[in-house]
């Protein structure tokens, strides 16, 4: 069953539908804002030999399930760079924020650099897809979510997800390449921060940076790392496609309790 988009316009703002609703109670998931964002600086930018090379989403404040105003700026119009922000403001107040930098595509250097393997679990099949409540499969804390309603007590080991990424983020928009990485990226703070007690951290913001755009609906995420004080929580993860390897996102994040995946029955 196709999920619905999670915003849909309305008067000059835009509304969160039913599935933009996060597991953090009455407000907006994290993946929605940042896919609504990235897709307001593409459309800013409309040059596509400019590379989307960095996206960061600042999450200030939660965002309640009512409409919200969206205002873009570009910062930086340069021949090889352009800078954009974008803002989503409720009641008069910002509640997100992100600033995306493209740099226009050139010839490719010579030589080899050194990177990290990753190997992803293997994908899952299209049954396991088109079954699951939630859009994304995940290994690495004893199963693959399917029903919120499940023991969501962790693991301590890696962790990786495979997002069937078909979701729009604005109805009757396509969901570009760019657009899905946004929503993907913000995966980054559970994968990293999920532990033995399951999820006891929220994200602040995160960050995605691409080398390339990533190829197809399917894109995968491999925790690499997360540290934690008083608190305070970072955390990254490789973004991939099917092909491989096309970028890393990094997440901050800050000691929350009470997440609970929402239900998509």
Known sequence: MELGACFAREGGGFV???????????SVSGHAV????????????????????RLTVD??????????????????????????????????????RASG???????????????????MPPLPSDDDVAAAALFIHTYGWGAPIQNPDQDWSGEAGRKYAWLNMTQPAVEGEELTPFVRAAMAGDITASLSNWGTAGLQFINADYTVTLSRLPQGPVLGLAAEAHHSSEGVATGSATLVDTQGPVGTCVAVALAHGGFRPPSQN
């Open 101 to 119: 930098l493209f740099l226009r595509r050139c010839v490719q250097p010579g030589g080899d650099v050194w990177s990290p393997q990753v190997v």
């Open 16 to 26: 969160p539908g039913s599935t933009a609703r996060g597991g953090w109670g009455e």
């Open 34 to 53: 940042g896919g609504l964002l990235a897709w307001a600086l593409e459309r800013v930018v409309g040059d596509s030999d400019m590379q989307p090379a």
């Open 59 to 96: 999450l200030p404040k939660p965002m309640a399930l009512e409409p919200v105003e969206l205002h873009t700026e570009i910062l930086r119009d340069g021949r090889r760079l352009r800078l954009v922000e974008a803002s989503l403001a409720q009641r008069g107040a910002i509640v997100a």
